[in-house]
């Protein structure tokens, strides 16, 4: 079964620093990918996905995400964070076109104000 | 719309004993998920149901069993609780598979065994 690894447990930054949280997965074939957030008190939520097309994605809230298919990697990035940004990140892989989706174990960002 | 919800919340067993966590969604959608979350481990899928009538095992199974007797609902039961399934639950739906589509998730619930 396939891997994914998400190197940074807990990141924390102060607001207007550029955001960069790796993701890595070890299937060698045709994936999709996902990045999903949950502030605190909320439920998860999916914030951006990649399944095909342009590796540079965006999502809601600022967010981006780049898949370079060479390196395993679907980094999330932000070029300025907020506060309201505080949260726990979970990267998510699915190997196309099996039904075998893993999570990764979470990075938590804490932005200081 | 609710979304998914979940009931209940919180709850302590000992060990031993049996309870059912119940997961509603009001989507229609067909697919729904059972995950457990633990510390440094991420969410790892213990059951998932593709339809009304079916279910699958998913990544850890062991000690869990699911029914889904309407669309809209999901049950998760322990027969009988041990320590290590201390975690927190959550219940998600999507229209299709996860991988290929959102998940809408439950607010979860957290369920401790002593």
């Known amino acids: 079964a396939q891997s994914v690894s998400q190197h940074n447990h807990h990141v924390i930054l102060s607001e207007a620093a550029s955001l960069e949280l790796g993701c890595n997965y070890s299937y060698g074939g045709t994936v999709n990918l996902f990045w999903y957030v949950q502030y605190p008190g909320q439920h998860l939520q999916l914030l951006l996905k990649?399944?095909?097309?342009?590796?540079l994605v965006k999502g809601i809230k600022g967010f981006e995400a780049e898949f370079i298919k060479s390196k395993f990697s679907f980094n999330l990035r932000k070029p300025s964070v907020q506060w309201s940004d505080t949260a726990e990140y979970f990267c998510a892989v699915n190997e196309d076109p099996n039904n075998d989706m893993r999570f990764g174990a979470g990075t938590r960002l804490t932005v200081k104000p | 719309n609710a979304g998914v919800t979940q009931t209940p919340k919180f709850r302590v067993l000992k060990t031993g004993q049996s309870m059912t966590l119940l997961c509603a969604q009001d989507m229609n959608h067909e697919y729904m998920y059972w995950y457990r979350q633990d510390p440094g481990m991420g969410l790892r899928l213990i059951h998932y149901?593709?339809?009304?009538?079916?279910?699958a095992k998913g990544e850890v199974p062991d000690g869990y069993n699911v029914s889904r007797l309407k669309k809209q609902n999901f049950l998760l039961g322990l027969e009988s609780a041990a320590p290590s399934q201390t975690s927190v639950y959550f219940c998600?739906?999507?229209?299709?598979?996860?991988?290929?589509?959102?998940?809408?998730f439950g607010p979860g619930t957290r369920l401790t065994v002593t």
């Open positions: 990649y399944f095909s097309g342009d590796p």
């Open positions: 998600a739906s999507s229209r299709q598979l996860a991988g290929f589509d959102e998940q809408y």
């Open positions: 149901s593709v339809g009304e009538g079916t279910t």
